[in-house]
């Protein structure tokens, strides 16, 4: 089982940058693969960055390409999402998410394909 806690959120202008950290606690951590996710009121939940658990793939949604990183520190149980060039349309509740086993080089994109998910974290981008 592992047990997730996000934490950066926080109010940015435009432009602006954040760091979203998210706290793993639980024996599978390094064998998880890790997502997050955003979900803005009104609208489902949408997939923006996952990472393998070897942390030797990452993948990102077309929204966020470019913009954002995902990374993993095992070591610390960590992961953590880089976020610039923010927008007003990056408004949402994010959420990190895991997935435990499977190929060391998978990265899932679908939120039923993750097994646990934090509390999320508060993002608004003002304009």
């Known amino acids: 089982q592992v047990q997730l806690v996000e934490s950066g959120g926080g109010l940015v202008q435009a432009g602006g940058s954040l760091r979203l950290s998210c706290a793993a606690s639980g024996r599978t951590f390094s064998t998880s693969a890790m997502g997050w996710f955003r979900q803005a009121p009104g609208k489902e939940r949408e997939f923006l960055a996952g990472?393998?658990?070897?942390?030797?793939?990452?993948g990102y949604a077309d929204s966020v390409k470019g913009r954002f990183t995902i990374s993993r520190d095992n070591a610390k149980n960590m992961v953590y999402l880089q976020m610039n060039s923010l927008k007003p349309e990056d408004t949402a509740v994010y959420y990190c998410?895991?997935?435990?086993?499977?190929?060391?080089?998978?990265?899932?994109?679908?939120?039923?394909?993750?097994?646990?998910w934090g509390q999320g974290t508060q993002v608004t981008v003002s304009s």
């Open positions: 990472i393998s658990w070897s942390g030797g793939s990452t």
């Open positions: 998410a895991a997935h435990s086993g499977g190929y060391y080089m998978t990265v899932w994109r679908r939120s039923a394909e993750y097994d646990y």
